[in-house]
């Protein structure tokens, strides 16, 4: 059993959890949970479904990937939403970290498919947090509106088991397909982050200033 490292628990500059727009979110949704693992699910199921999963909302702006930010907004990508569960997760002791894997999504809209120029899904967010004792991942990105719209079942999580994106959908089509590990990280690798996606999808993302560089936010 790996213990949970200092910085699983401690804020960051874009996982900011002492925030007070995040600390009163988290609060406000565990308010009456019995123990961790009901407080985890209940932090997922809020994040998956009040931010609606939007990929077209990409921006290169390091200011909108602060958990306290992000949880102002209606809508969001994978991205940003792993970073706002992992700020509630440490914001009620909760030890969490994020995680990147690129993935192929087989049931993306010819539209978005269009747009990126291919299937592959890079620096996909989820989040890792330490409940009853063991790491369980997650992955709140996709709503259940979403889901419902597409006949896949929305994720559930409760704390006693992964979860991560169904490879297949109700119909028994491929859905969803993990290609590559990009690791395990304490606060959001926006710069590399950045880098790979605008070499992945180009003119799709543009670079924060004129030096065609990002800048990431300050701790």
């Given amino acids: 059993m790996t213990l949970p490292p200092p910085e699983s628990i401690q804020p960051s500059a874009y996982v900011d959890s002492d925030h007070p727009a995040v600390v009163d979110f988290a609060r406000s949704v565990t308010s009456g949970a019995s123990d961790d693992r009901e407080r985890a699910s209940r932090l997922f199921a809020a994040v998956r479904d009040r931010l609606r999963y939007d990929p077209y909302s990409l921006s290169a702006d390091p200011g909108q990937y602060r958990a306290s930010a992000i949880l102002t907004s209606e809508s969001a990508w994978c991205v940003p939403k792993a970073v706002a569960l992992a700020a509630a997760a440490r914001a009620v002791e909760i030890p969490a970290m994020l995680g990147f894997s690129d993935v192929r999504n087989h049931l993306s809209s010819p539209k978005l498919l269009t747009l990126m120029g291919t299937d592959l899904f890079v620096y996909h ?32 999580f409760d704390g006693t088991k992964d979860a991560l994106l169904h490879q297949y959908d109700g119909a028994g089509r491929r859905h969803m397909e993990y290609v590559r590990e990009r690791g395990v990280f304490a606060d959001l690798p926006f710069t590399e982050v950045m880098e790979a996606l605008r070499a992945t999808y180009g003119g799709m993302l543009y670079p924060r200033g004129e030096d065609d560089t990002f800048s990431p936010v300050e701790g």
């Fill in 125 to 156: 967010g989820w989040v890792q947090m330490y409940v009853g004792g063991q790491w369980r991942k997650a992955s709140p990105a996709f709503n259940s509106e979403l889901c419902q719209r597409f006949g896949v079942t929305p994720l559930e």
